[in-house]
T-cell receptor, first 115, second 109 residues
Framework: ETGVTQSPTHLIKTRGQQVTLRCSSQ?????VSWYQQALGQGPQFIFQYYREEENGRGNFPPRFSGLQFPNYSSELNVNALELDDSALYLC??????????????FGPGTRLLVL | GQQVMQIPQYQHVQEGEDFTTYCNSSTTLSNIQWYKQRPGGHPVFLIQLVKSGEVKKQKRLTFQFGEAKKNSSLHITATQTTDVGTYFCGTSNTGKLIFGQGTTLQVKP
């Protein structure tokens, strides 16, 4: 177990709806990264939060947004859901924004299905 | 942007046979990380390599980083059914992990 938790574990939404996914980082970690993993694919980087600020973003539209709280837990928000947003959403926690190439520890993920 | 290509996409082996997956990049990598994802699970960190020509072993798993730091391999000796899953290589670039497409290993008992 990595100590990284995510909620909910599964979620079903319809097109056009909004969703919020949550992640609690491992104790002592100040960085949370979010990834989208479509079926049969490798995880794709969405963005990273380091000390409550966005610290890098992948190739995802602005309807994907996030937050990091003072306790370093994080939220991923997706607006105007599309069918292609159906995927496993993973968060990973690490130290110091990845500056020193530290290991990232993944949570169990949230499986989102958009109908 | 930086990309890592991984082959093969799938591999079916008989239990006891060896297995290798390869990761390649057109650019020099500062590091390579390997993860295992069991069916229905999440990626679990296996190892990180940072030095040119580095070789690390974990029981039946051998990880190599190429001399030019543009390729890496994971070799499993005498596979077991517990080795089933998808193996991903990835490289960390200022905290952003870039993953390969993964190699899914099936082991026939």
């Amino acid at each position: 177990e990595t100590g990284v938790t995510q909620s909910p574990t599964h979620l079903i939404k319809t097109r056009g709806q909004q969703v919020t996914l949550r992640c609690s980082s491992q104790s002592g970690h100040n960085t949370v990264s979010w990834y989208q993993q479509a079926l049969g694919q490798g995880p794709q980087f969405i963005f990273q939060y380091y000390r409550e600020e966005e610290n890098g973003r992948g190739n995802f539209p602005p309807r994907f947004s996030g937050l990091q709280f003072p306790n370093y837990s994080s939220e991923l928000n997706v607006n105007a859901l599309e069918l292609d947003d159906s995927a496993l959403y993973l968060c990973a926690s690490s130290l110091e924004g990845g500056l020193y190439q530290e290991t990232q520890y993944f949570g169990p993920g949230t499986r989102l299905l958009v109908l | 942007g930086q990309q890592v290509m991984q082959i093969p996409q799938y591999q079916h082996v008989q239990e006891g046979e060896d297995f290798t997956t390869y990761c390649n990049s057109s650019t020099t990598l500062s590091n390579i990380q390997w993860y295992k994802q069991r069916p229905g699970g999440h990626p679990v960190f296996l190892i990180q390599l940072v030095k040119s020509g580095e070789v690390k072993k974990q029981k039946r798993l051998t990880f190599q980083f190429g001399e030019a730091k543009k390729n890496s391999s994971l070799h499993i000796t005498a596979t077991q059914t517990t080795d089933v899953g998808t193996y991903f290589c990835g490289t960390s670039n200022t905290g952003k992990l870039i993953f390969g497409q993964g190699t899914t290993l099936q082991v026939k008992p």
